[in-house]
């Protein structure tokens, strides 16, 4: 259970290109759960990994939010201004001998099904660029937690590997990071896609370690394609719609997507009504486990 009174949920998108249907599924699910419990609900741009995020996508992303309605209450959270907490947190670690810098690449361990471990008990070539890990060994294990969908989990994070928490050209990786900054944010809980479900271990253990308040987790059932592949930016998922007509549809869509059952009339309504019924009938019992199959036939609108 969380430490805080009032629900504080979130949504943070990596601005690695435009929201899709997935997307806008996963920020929904998360929109619907916190304003039907009269919470709170907020943004952050996960932007620790330049490489990746084009110039405006962040800003696309927040245009395509507000165009479906969906509001956020406070101002939003970038992670590229983040990098003290980062380094508090990955600096106690290294103090609770829960982080080690590591030499080793990909290339090396490719055999492995993951990283072995190599440098726990030292660097095997400081000459080498260095990132750090997390033990995964140490601390409470197995992991438990109940997910609000999927019910009782368990994962020993030793089985998992030794997670990078700073990679070797300095950059911050996203375990660390989200696990401050849902700290800083005080969110209590956490609705986001099941392609996630098998991070919670090493986010729990560390937010175990750092002596932080842990979130609930609900985890929705993901987007696949006709093929049955996740609906995402890399196999080239549309962007989403742009025109009034095309904004309804793939509202109405998202909330058939997450087994709401609404009203066929709702889908001619505007967002705001539309939203007006999702939060007044916002159903975890109706949400179905299974993957959502999009229709060949009948494809989200968008460009």
């Not at 990786?173 to 986001?192: G, M, N, P, S």
């Not at 939203?275 to 009938?281: G, P, Q, Y």
Request: proline share 8%; glycine share 6%; net charge negative.
């Amino acid at each position: 259970m969380n430490d805080f009174a009032r629900y504080r949920g979130r949504f943070a998108p990596t601005p690695s290109g435009p929201l899709h249907f997935g997307s806008l599924v996963a920020a929904l699910g998360s929109y619907l759960d916190a304003r039907a419990a009269d919470g709170q609900w907020l943004v952050r741009i996960e932007d620790i990994d330049p490489p990746r995020c084009p110039e405006d996508a962040a800003s696309t992303i927040l245009r395509q939010l507000e165009t479906f309605g969906l509001e956020w209450d406070e101002a939003v959270m970038w992670q590229h201004t983040r990098s003290d907490a980062y380094q508090q947190a990955l600096d106690q670690l290294i103090q609770l001998g829960l982080a080690y810098p590591c030499s080793c690449s990909r290339k090396q361990w490719q055999a492995f099904d993951i990283y072995p471990g190599w440098c726990r008990d030292g660097v095997c070539d400081a000459s080498k660029p260095l990132a750090w890990r997390l033990r995964s060994d140490r601390g409470e294990r197995p992991i438990r937690w109940q997910d609000r969908l999927f019910g009782e989990q368990q994962f020993d994070p030793a089985e998992l590997g030794d997670v990078v928490l700073k990679r070797k050209d300095d950059l911050w990786a996203y375990q660390l990071a989200v696990v401050v900054d849902d700290a800083e944010q005080q969110i209590t809980d956490v609705v986001r896609g099941l392609d996630l479900l098998d991070n919670t271990p090493w986010q729990r253990q560390l937010q175990s370690a750092l002596q932080l308040p842990q979130p609930r987790y609900l985890h929705l059932p993901l987007i696949v394609t006709a093929e049955g592949q996740k609906l995402s930016k890399q196999n080239l998922a549309p962007a989403l719609a742009e025109d009034e007509q095309g904004l309804r549809q793939q509202l109405f869509q998202a909330l058939e997507a997450l087994d709401q059952a609404p009203p066929q009339e709702l889908a001619s309504e505007p967002q705001a009504t539309q939203l007006h019924w999702a939060v007044a009938n916002w159903s975890l019992a109706r949400l179905s486990p299974t993957a959502h199959r999009l229709n060949p036939s009948s494809p989200p609108a968008g460009d």
